[in-house]
């Protein structure tokens, strides 16, 4: 009924930028939040930022002043401008949306299918 489309995956050297992207369509009735979450092997999903339809957006201490994350609300699409990556940054990136499912009224937490960040030293 809903899906979140990623784009945007790529590799870059150290201290390069990337840009993803996250459009969600289907039967949305409301949106209430946006984000961006990353994993690599081993370890759990982490937040990366997120950002509400209303409010202030959120970012883990590893994103601040590196991660922009900016939301458009009428397109249901959020992006994630990442600058000044690190090796570190490696991983796969979700994204993520908390929001009310037209043909049921419901809420759902819905998840992308991740694309690959890859940062070479």
């Known amino acids: 009924q809903v899906q979140l489309v990623e784009s945007g995956e790529g590799s870059v050297q150290a201290g390069g930028s990337l840009r993803l992207s996250c459009a969600a369509s289907?039967?949305?009735?409301?949106?209430?939040?946006m984000g961006w979450y990353r994993q690599t092997p081993g370890n759990e999903r982490e937040l990366v930022a997120r950002a509400p339809t209303k409010g202030t957006s959120t970012y883990a201490d590893f994103a601040k002043g590196r991660f922009t994350i900016s939301k458009d609300n009428a397109k249901n699409t959020v992006y994630l401008q990442m600058n000044s990556l690190r090796p570190e940054d490696t991983a796969v990136y979700y994204c993520?949306?908390?929001?009310?499912?037209?043909?049921?009224?419901?809420?759902?937490?819905?998840w992308g299918q991740g694309t690959q960040v890859t940062v070479s030293s």
């Open positions: 993520r949306a908390y929001l009310r499912v037209r043909a049921t009224m419901t809420w759902a937490e819905v």
């Open positions: 289907g039967s949305i009735f409301s949106v209430n939040t």
